[in-house]
C-alpha cells in the first residue's frame, strides 16, 4: 500500500521559511516522480515543484521559482520541500504527490498525501 505523509507545515511570518517533508512508502520511489502541489481557500489545487530520483531533475512553477527548492532522500524515501521568502499568497494546504512520469500534470499523480497547511502572516 503506498503511503505518502507530510510534515513540516506551520505559521510563519512572510520572509521567514519552512520545510516540509513527505515520506513515502509501499512504492519502489526511485522509478516515480514526485510532487508538491498545493490550495489555497477558494482556489483550485495547483502543481508547485516536481522531482524525479533519476537524475535528480526539477520543475517549478514560476510562482515559487528562485524561492522553494524540491529535493529528495533516496535512502530515507523522503522528498522535501524548502521554502524560503514565503508570501502571504503562498498560504494553502501543501500536498505531495508520486507520477509515473516527470510531469506537473496533476491528473497524471496517482497517490496523494494528506495535505500540511502552511500560513504566511503579513
Known amino acids: 500500500q503506498v503511503q505518502l505523509v507530510e510534515s513540516g507545515g506551520g505559521l510563519v511570518q512572510a520572509g521567514g521559511s519552512l520545510r516540509l517533508s513527505c515520506a513515502a512508502s509501499?512504492?519502489?520511489?526511485?522509478?516515480?516522480?514526485m510532487g508538491w502541489f498545493r490550495q489555497a481557500p477558494g482556489k483550485e489545487r495547483e502543481f508547485v515543484a516536481a522531482f524525479i530520483w533519476a537524475g535528480s531533475s526539477t520543475y517549478y512553477s514560476d510562482s515559487v521559482k528562485g524561492r522553494f527548492t524540491i529535493s529528495g532522500d533516496n535512502a530515507k524515501n523522503t522528498v522535501y520541500l524548502q521554502m524560503n521568502s514565503l508570501k502571504p499568497e503562498d498560504t494553502a494546504v501543501y500536498y505531495c504527490?508520486?507520477?509515473?512520469?516527470?510531469?506537473?500534470?496533476?491528473?497524471?499523480?496517482?497517490?496523494w498525501g494528506q495535505g500540511t497547511q502552511v500560513t504566511v502572516s503579513s
Open positions: 504527490a508520486s507520477a509515473g512520469r516527470f510531469t506537473s500534470a496533476e491528473r497524471e499523480y496517482d497517490y
Open positions: 509501499g512504492r519502489t520511489f526511485s522509478r516515480y516522480a
